[in-house]
């Protein structure tokens, strides 16, 4: 079965994005940042393989915010595999490319696993994580944490109930050499332990 | 030049303690889970249990236990008993704290400072040669927020609390630049250890 698995990009201090983010500036104040390392996606090593990986997914999930921040990916987030939209209020306009809109998260869940085949599913954006993990739909977490304190902004794991999930970390890379600092990032994989 | 450094317990989301932490429940509901990976029993006393540990959460542990002195903010001082005024081999520690103290939380090797960047350089000073151990999540803030904080030593503990205390909160919205000196995977835990780059 498809592996469910997030990708995101946070500072060690848990952020995805800086402050007063929005459609016109998806990464708030400052949050680009956290996005330096993306410099070296097409590089040999360590981020050039999760990156890669990343991209060799089947199927996307994503909530409706990151959707909307990121200019609906034209319809197409890469190689127009299938993009499954988690939204409590679906638009009336038609959905673009690849992209449908799922209402419910075991049923995104369900359709996406579906979808990737023998692939597996991005998730991306912190709403879409935050809703699968309670759901109990979220496999993995790869992590791309860098070296930065935002201090404030939006934050990756917020809100979830107080009930601990157990993780096991499958797999840390880092980039042994990296010239400038900026460019520095650690990914980390964990995989959701099953109570 | 000895350093300033910031250990603390912290759960994959971020946080130190679990819900509703205060005194007789010092790491909040479920956060004896972040201490784990070197209590065997996280109820018991860390004095006497480091024992049991090898590999790199030993060394880790035997880092934390040669520091010269310990800079530590009220609240985690008066939960974690004062430790009875000796944190380990009886090095200085210094209360971070605007308050003079309760009679039950003075000892001779404890000394209480209001200004964090005073109590890291009396600490330094006290230590010597050798690091000054920082503890708790406000300390460690104010410590980063007046810039006397040198590094960070996280242990990343595999788990997702959902709430709780954050180590980082309440932060002004200023990029601190860090550089991952070291990272370390033992068992249970990981071992991260950063710089805070002072001249970025």
Known sequence: MATIRLYMTTSLDGYVAGPHDSVDAPMGDGGFRLFNWLDRRDDPGPSGQVYAESMATRAVIAGRRTYEHAGRWKGDHHDGVPIFILTHDVPDDPPPGSVRYVTDVHECAAQARAAAGDGDVMVHGAGAAQALLRAGQLDELELHVVPVLLGQGRRLLDDLPAEQVELDLVRRLTDPEVDEPAQHVMHLRYRVRRP | ?200
């Open chain 2, 1 to 200: 030049m000895n350093k300033a450094v910031l250990y603390m317990s912290m759960s994959v989301d971020g946080f130190i303690a679990g819900p509703h932490d205060g005194p007789g429940n010092g790491l909040g509901d479920g956060g004896h889970r972040l201490h784990e990976w070197f209590l065997k029993d996280a109820d018991s006393d860390h004095k006497e249990v480091v024992g049991h540990l090898d590999g790199v959460n030993r060394e880790i542990m035997d880092e934390v236990m040669s520091t010269g002195a310990v800079v530590v903010g009220r609240r985690t001082f008066e939960v974690a008993g004062g430790w009875d005024g000796d944190h380990h081999d009886g090095v200085p520690i210094f209360v971070l704290s605007r308050h003079q103290p309760d009679e039950a939380f003075r000892w001779p090797g404890v000394t209480y400072v209001n200004d964090v960047a005073d109590a890291v350089h009396r600490a330094k000073d006290a230590a010597g040669d050798k690091d000054v151990l920082v503890h708790g999540a406000v300390t460690g803030q104010k410590a980063l927020a007046a810039g006397v904080l040198d590094e960070l030593q996280l242990h990343l503990v595999p788990v997702l609390l959902g709430q709780g205390r954050r180590l980082f909160d309440d932060m002004p919205p200023d990029h601190v630049e860090l550089e991952l000196l070291r990272a370390q995977d033992g068992p249970g835990v990981q071992h991260l250890r950063y710089r805070v780059r002072s001249e970025a």
